[in-house]
């Protein structure tokens, strides 16, 4: 038998951050709650907090966390049918989607979509950034309950939803391309003129390039993860970087960026893939996610 009351103590420190922070919100001493997730990893012979600051779970307390996340769900739906079933004297416990996105989605439509949800929905998010054609692994393994992915493929145990494809431009300062692109984008040019790189993940320059030029070209790179830093880099001449045309529309318009080859766009496609045992308890959600999307993406 699994002992709830012991995994909701592991829950509220994976989620305070903290020992003392968990007591706060279940009622209880910070003692108590070290002994009762001590006991719980003797049990088990596993550890499943990694103690710091902030604590954090381990892979096998995430598996126990997102159990836990799933518990709620159904919980809560219980206990709108069965209000009386519910303990007053009981620390609330509001349950928290974990959901995954690529950085470009969070600073161009998903946050509105997240945001509209929130409104009529009890229940709170925390939202992890990864690539795009990386976020589709964190379902796999089971760290979240629903992504934002580049992956066609439905996952396994996963409904999945198009949302429509992220367009991007490859686009640089005037001055920027007046210093390094006065005879053209050429495979020598490129070879000369310093990138904007999200990550080591990040592999649409490259993807544009060879769709673009034909081929791979080795260019120079600033890192930057940060898709408004990647704007701001863009407009103060640091360097050419791929960004989404719903941050860049209007500085294109304004004259202030330009693409260093016109009508050459390079289309994402994404996908909203959900498990689908949660997947009808957040029919709103994955609603709400598509009406946005459809209004923000190609």
Known sequence: MLDYSALRVVLAVVQSGSFEKAAALLNVTPSAVSQRVKQLEER????????????????????????????GMLETELFEHLPSLVDPADPEHRVTLQIATNADSLGTWFLEA???????????????????????????????VAAVTSAEKPISGCRRFFLGSLRYHATASPEFVSRYFREGVTPKAIANAPALTFNQKDKLQSDWLRRTL??????????????????????????????????????????????LIPETPLDIPLYWQINRLAADRLADLTLEVSKVAKRHLI
Not at 51 to 62: D, F, I, L, V, Y
Not at 122 to 138: F, K, M, N, P, R
Request: charged share 15%.
């Open 114 to 144: 997240i945001s509209n949800y929130s409104k009529s929905s009890s229940y709170l998010v925390s939202i992890s950034v990864d690539d795009q054609d990386y976020t589709a692994e964190w379902l796999q393994r089971g760290r979240v």
């Open 214 to 259: 034909g081929h791979s070209v080795n260019f120079p790179s600033h890192w930057l993860p940060s898709t408004n830093s990647f704007i701001e880099a863009s407009l103060s001449g640091m360097g050419w970087g791929m960004n989404p045309i719903e941050l860049t529309r209007g500085h294109l318009l304004a004259g202030r960026l330009v693409e």
């Open 44 to 71: 088990l012979g596993v550890a499943l907090i990694v103690r710091g600051n902030p604590c954090m779970a381990t892979e096998k307390g995430e598996w126990l966390c997102r159990h836990m996340d799933n518990v």
